[in-house]
C-alpha cells in the first residue's frame, strides 16, 4: 500500500503541535515536527487568548511540513471547547477570543435563569451547568461587548476560525458546536427557539459540518507562505475530546473513559443522548463524537491545577519538575487532604497553592504545607471524584463499569493512573498518549476512504501502540 501522510494540528490550553502521520494501511505511526506554548494573556480586567501567534505558529508547522516534500494528503485541527471568535463580513476578527477561565461569565447564569431555568436549557441540549459554557459567554457579549455583538457576520469556534483562515470557508463543526450548550441535543441542529428567547443573535451561526468531510483546500496565500500546494481541510472531531474518544480503544459498554489533561473528560460512549432527571441531577453532559456517536460525560477539572502548582513554585525559585511532584505526592505519610476539583475556586485562582491549603483548612483537613501534601490533596480529589461518577455513570446507564481506558498526556503520570485503580476499584487500561491526534487522523483516514468507519480505526489504534495495565495496588 502506499502511504499515506497527514497532518494533525492539536491545539491544547497550555500548548500546540503538529504532527505528521504515516499510515501503512496497518498502522499510524506519528512524529512530532513543530510544538509550541500557547499562553494566554490579561490585557485590563480580560483573560485573551492570543490567536494571531497561534495562528502564526500553525503557518509555521505548516512550513515545516512542506519542508519534509512529501506528498500531504489532509490536515486537521483540534482545539479546546466552548471559545469561539467573532469576525464582521470582511473576514475580519473582531477581537481576540476571550478565555473561558475569564470573570466575564461570573453571575451570568443567575441573569439567563431568570429568563430560563437551567432545567429548560438541559432538556433541549443536554450540556451540563458550567458557567463557562458557549451559551453564557455568548450572553455576557450580549451584555457587556454588545457592539461587537452588532458587528459580528459569524461566529466561529476556534478550530472554525482556524479553518476559515485557512481555506476562506465558514463552517460550525459539529462535535465542537455541540459543547456550547446551543446544538439541540437531539436533532443536531441549532437550538434556534431557546436562543431566540434568550435574545441571542442567531444570524452569526454557521452550517453545521460533520466530522470526516473536506472543509476546502488551503488558499492561494497559505500555499504561497507556507510551500504547500492546495492540501485538503478536513473536518474531524475538532473539540480535541471527541479526537481522544475516537483513537480511544473502548473494547465495550463496561468500559469508561477519562481522557487526561488539562480538564479530565470522564464518560461512556453512547448510541443516544441521555437525558433525564439523573442526568441533570448529577451534571452530566451529552457532547458530540464521530459518526453521530454521543461522549456522554462528566467535565472534572483536570491536571492544570498541577500545572498551576508547578509554575507557582517555579515562580518562587523552587524549581520542581512533574515527576517530582508526583514522587513526593505518594511518598507523603499523612495522604488525608482533599480537594474537591470541581469546586469554584480551582478554575482560575492567582495562586493555586494559596488556594489548596485554603481549601483544607476550610473544610477542618488542616493546612498541608509541603509541596507533596498540596500535590496529594489534588491526586486525592482526582481519583475520588473519578470513583463518585463511575458510581453515577453506572447507576444512571445501567451498566457495569470494568475498565477505564485512561488517554492523554495526563497518563504519563504513573501515580495518577496507579491511585485512579487504587481509589475506584477498577482496572485502568493506559494509552494512547496521544490520543487526541490519532482520532484527528483517523477523522482524515475516513474522509479520504482509506479505512471505513471508526471501529476499524481503533483496531488500527491498537495495532500502533502499547498500553500499561493498572489494578488495585499493582502495576502490569
Known amino acids: 500500500m502506499t502511504l499515506i501522510y497527514n497532518l494533525a494540528a492539536d491545539f491544547g490550553a497550555s500548548s500546540g503541535r503538529l504532527i505528521l502521520s504515516k499510515f501503512d494501511g496497518d498502522k499510524i505511526e506519528l512524529e512530532e515536527i513543530h510544538r509550541f506554548s500557547n499562553d494566554p494573556v490579561r490585557i485590563g480586567s480580560r483573560f485573551y487568548w492570543d490567536f494571531p501567534r497561534l495562528f502564526h505558529e500553525l503557518k509555521n508547522g505548516l512550513k515545516k511540513a512542506a519542508l519534509k516534500g512529501i506528498d500531504i494528503s489532509g490536515i486537521g485541527i483540534d482545539t479546546w471547547g466552548v471559545d469561539y471568535g467573532l469576525i464582521d463580513k470582511n473576514g475580519d476578527l473582531l477581537s481576540n477570543p476571550i478565555h473561558y477561565r475569564d470573570n466575564r461569565t461570573?453571575?451570568?447564569?443567575?441573569?439567563?435563569?431568570?429568563?430560563m431555568s437551567f432545567e429548560e436549557i438541559y432538556k433541549v441540549t443536554g450540556i451540563q451547568y458550567l458557567q463557562l459554557n458557549t451559551l453564557y459567554q455568548l450572553y455576557a457579549d450580549l451584555k457587556f461587548r454588545p457592539d461587537i455583538l452588532e458587528k459580528a457576520d459569524a461566529l466561529l469556534f476556534m478550530p472554525d476560525l482556524f479553518?476559515?483562515?485557512?481555506?476562506?470557508?465558514?463552517?460550525?463543526e459539529y462535535t465542537i458546536a455541540s459543547t456550547s450548550q446551543m446544538l439541540e441535543v437531539f436533532s443536531k441542529t441549532w437550538a434556534l427557539e431557546m436562543l431566540e428567547k434568550l435574545?441571542?443573535?442567531t444570524k452569526i451561526l454557521q452550517k453545521i459540518i460533520m466530522p470526516g468531510n473536506i472543509i476546502g483546500k488551503l488558499t492561494k496565500d497559505i500555499q504561497e507562505e507556507t510551500g504547500l500546494p492546495d492540501v485538503p481541510v478536513m473536518s474531524v472531531g475538532s473539540h480535541d475530546t471527541a479526537s481522544a474518544v475516537a483513537a480511544t480503544p473502548l473494547e465495550g459498554e463496561n468500559c469508561a473513559y477519562i481522557s487526561s489533561g488539562t480538564w479530565s473528560l470522564l464518560g461512556v460512549e453512547s448510541k443516544e443522548p441521555i437525558v433525564n432527571e439523573d442526568s441533570l441531577k448529577d451534571n452530566f453532559t451529552n457532547e458530540g463524537g464521530l459518526e453521530g456517536r454521543i461522549r456522554f460525560l462528566k467535565n472534572i477539572n483536570g491536571l492544570w491545577m498541577i500545572q498551576q502548582l508547578k509554575k507557582h513554585w517555579q515562580e518562587h525559585g523552587i524549581d520542581v519538575g512533574y515527576g517530582e511532584i508526583s514522587k513526593a505526592a505518594a511518598a507523603v505519610k499523612n495522604d488525608g487532604f482533599i480537594i474537591d476539583p470541581n469546586d469554584k475556586s480551582f478554575l482560575a485562582p492567582m495562586n493555586m497553592a494559596s488556594a489548596v491549603q485554603e481549601y483544607c483548612k476550610n473544610k477542618g483537613q488542616g493546612e498541608p504545607r509541603e509541596i507533596g501534601e498540596i500535590a496529594r490533596a489534588v491526586y486525592n480529589g482526582l481519583a475520588r471524584e473519578?470513583?463518585?461518577?463511575?458510581?453515577?455513570?453506572?447507576?444512571?446507564?445501567?451498566?457495569?463499569?470494568?475498565?477505564i481506558n485512561m488517554v492523554g498526556g495526563g497518563i504519563q503520570d504513573e501515580f495518577l493512573c496507579q491511585h485512579t485503580a487504587n481509589i475506584t476499584g477498577k482496572t485502568v487500561l493506559a494509552g494512547p498518549i496521544e490520543a487526541t491526534a490519532l482520532g484527528n487522523i483517523l477523522a482524515q483516514l475516513i474522509a479520504l476512504g482509506e479505512i471505513n468507519d471508526l471501529s476499524q480505526g481503533r483496531e488500527i489504534v491498537k495495532n500502533s501502540i502499547t498500553q500499561k495495565k493498572y489494578t488495585q495496588n499493582k502495576v502490569a
Open 386 to 403: 473519578y470513583k463518585a461518577r463511575i458510581s453515577a455513570l453506572e447507576e444512571i446507564t445501567g451498566r457495569t463499569i470494568d475498565v
Open 199 to 201: 435574545s441571542l443573535p
Open 163 to 172: 479553518n476559515f483562515y485557512l481555506t476562506g470557508q465558514k463552517y460550525n
Open 106 to 115: 461570573d453571575n451570568i447564569i443567575d441573569d439567563v435563569e431568570k429568563i
